[in-house]
């Protein structure tokens, strides 16, 4: 399969229809949709549409949202990471690990791959993304990654934080 990436500990592989049900169940999950979703649960048929748009992404752009387990062996889902396009921005960074699994790196070290990929080999400029302001978790990972941050802002209600990281500052 095209555009696997492995780490010391991660085996990660572009989303699949065929993942949609544990996708499905991972972005439901109250601590993990809570920041992903705006805590509202999304139905099968949009983690379908999002899973699509995904495939489509890798085929027009070479990235789009890419799963993750502990080892190549282990065909549970860990996680997710990857590059969300946009017409009007840089692609945005994504990420969110199992509950069960959180404190372990995994989220920082997949989205470490998923920059390393964005610039290494798509040769991207610009890497952003946004999280939710009391998501201390995934700022913390953000930060790690040497992302800066470069405002802050309202939206629906919400306190977000924008990020961005270029090649020359990827750690």
């Not at 399969?1 to 572009?14: A, D, G, H, I, V």
């Not at 949709?33 to 379908?48: G, K, N, P, V, Y």
């Not at 017409?87 to 199992?98: A, D, K, M, V, Y």
């Not at 069960?100 to 080999?121: Q, T």
């Amino acid at each position: 399969m095209k555009y696997l990436l492995n780490t010391e500990r991660l085996s990660l592989w572009p989303c699949q229809n065929e993942d949609l049900n544990s996708l499905h169940k991972l972005w439901t999950d109250a601590n993990v949709r809570r920041f992903l979703w705006d805590d509202r649960q999304i139905s099968c048929e949009e983690a379908q549409s999002f899973i699509e748009t995904s495939t489509a992404n890798f085929t027009n752009y070479g990235y789009g949202i890419w799963l993750f387990s502990e080892n190549q062996n282990d065909l549970m889902i860990a996680g997710f990471a990857g590059l969300l396009n946009s017409s009007q921005e840089p692609p945005s960074l994504i990420f969110g690990t199992r509950p069960s699994l959180w404190g372990r790196g995994y989220a920082k070290e997949a989205a470490r791959a998923i920059l390393d990929y964005a610039f290494d080999v798509l040769d991207l400029e610009c890497v952003i993304a946004d999280v939710d302001e009391p998501n201390k978790a995934s700022i913390k990972v953000l930060e790690a990654l040497g992302m800066t941050r470069t405002r802050r802002a309202l939206v629906n209600g919400r306190p977000l934080l924008y990020y961005e990281i270029h090649p020359h500052r990827h750690i």
